[in-house]
């Protein structure tokens, strides 16, 4: 009986906002609609070692990229790229790219941050959950484009390194409200596992560009 009363809340709001415009009671609804599923997330999971509940709250860019139509807001789009892009930390030794072996094997791991890891115990970038890579691997996730060749079609410039160590350390910096997890902002992979990756996708001998 409990979860009814909110459904009588939003159903009465927009009733009585009806008179001050569709929009308006649309957002009011969403509101309402946002605070109920955040209930019931937090209601349904258990915290467990280090997966505690405040994984469930979501930050600035999450908040935004929840609401429905941000595409439409190009202006606070760019603003958030550009903000997100600032947060990158490149290494201080300069050196972005590290060995593409090393790459490879953070690539096709996929465990870390689970509430059966120990806390602080290294984690795996699981690359190909979502991209294709190395031709020898058949089994790829396509929820991200194919990596196939990525360093011999976009070259191994100083640019491209960039970019690319970028992209795996901030996502959200290249492409706002990317499905990607952000590596580094989010503290996932070390300064040393994203070197690795970088190799995998530039190297020349890496299975990336073979
Ligand atoms: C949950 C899925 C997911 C995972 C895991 C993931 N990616 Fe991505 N990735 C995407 C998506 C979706 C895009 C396309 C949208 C965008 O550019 O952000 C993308 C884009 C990219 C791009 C840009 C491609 C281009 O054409 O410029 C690179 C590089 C990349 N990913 C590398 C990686 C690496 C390296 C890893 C592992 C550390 C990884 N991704 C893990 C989903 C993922």
Known sequence: ?????????VAGLALGMASAGVAAADRAQVAVGEAEVMGEMFRSFNPQGQAGLS???????????????WQKQKAHVKQLEKEQLATIKYPADGKLLGSWQ?????????????????????AGGNCYACHQMSAEEVSFGT?????????KTRGNTEAMQR????????SQAYSACSNMPRFGHSGILTEQQMKDLTALLLDPNSPVNK
Do not use: H
């Open 143 to 151: 929820i991200g484009p194919s990596l196939r060749n990525f360093g």
């Open 102 to 122: 090393a790459g490879e094997r953070v690539a096709q791991t996929g465990v870390g941050m689970q509430f059966s890891d120990a806390p602080g115990s290294t």
């Open 163 to 170: 970019y690319a160590y970028g992209k795996i350390y901030n």
């Open 55 to 69: 994984r469930l709250r979501q930050d600035d860019v999450q908040k935004f990229c929840s609401t429905p139509g």
């Open 1 to 9: 009986m409990q979860n009814f009363k909110p459904m009588l809340v």
